[in-house]
């Protein structure tokens, strides 16, 4: 898909979710963040989709796709925004948007596959929604045991990418915890799991 119209569609659906006071915060949030990822997957195969697979050098590295400033701005006004103006579902200087733009912006600046992000973009925020259904069966602060099981179970099927078994079942339970521990930075802990396995593992 064209990138300047899934450039619009970003920025129209979060205007949506931002001014549409009937939707409740916490889920225009958590839309939010599954919607965009999936828009950041399609902005993904769009600019580097042809290239996967080719040895990269610095200069590659180095001459960057116009294409991808779509992703720098809409990453940049997100991040200022939580400073001066902040999202209807977000706070002043909000942590969880700040670090999912940064994390974003780096893949698509070192042309690293941001399909490897897809248990971030899915598995946290079906987390969060299960486990806000059930409450009484907090197992640590607020988040609870159904909430904790879907992102194991989420994390399982978005790791599609991973061709042994054992290490999907390694990493699902990996990013499981870091999600019910991790807090605010969540999203950053994840992270790491899918480095550690991407500098081991070709992915």
Not at 16 to 38: N, S
Not at 168 to 178: A, H
């Amino acid at each position: 898909m064209n990138c300047f119209v899934l450039f619009v569609i970003v920025v129209a659906l979060v205007t949506i979710l931002d001014q549409c006071k009937q939707i409740p915060k916490f889920y225009a949030r958590k839309f939010a963040h599954m919607l965009c990822g999936l828009l950041i997957l399609m902005f993904d195969v769009s600019i580097n989709g042809y290239r996967r697979g080719l040895p990269q050098n610095i200069r590659d590295i180095i001459q960057t796709d116009y294409r991808v400033y779509f992703i720098y701005l809409i990453a940049i006004t997100s991040i200022l925004r939580c400073f001066f103006y902040p999202f209807r579902f977000g706070v002043y200087k909000d942590k969880g948007i700040i670090v999912y733009n940064v994390i974003v912006s780096i893949f698509f600046f070192f042309k690293l596959p941001l399909y490897v992000l897809t248990p971030i973009f899915f598995a946290d925020p079906m987390a969060a929604i299960v486990g806000r259904q059930f409450p009484n069966y907090a197992i640590y602060k607020k988040k609870t045991l159904h909430g904790t099981l879907t992102c194991f179970f989420v994390s399982l099927v978005t790791l599609f990418y991973v061709g042994n078994y054992w290490h999907i079942l390694i990493l699902s339970l990996s990013l499981s915890f870091l999600e019910l521990f991790g807090g605010s930075f969540d999203n950053l802990l994840m992270c790491f799991p899918i480095f550690i396995y991407m500098t081991f593992f070709k992915v």
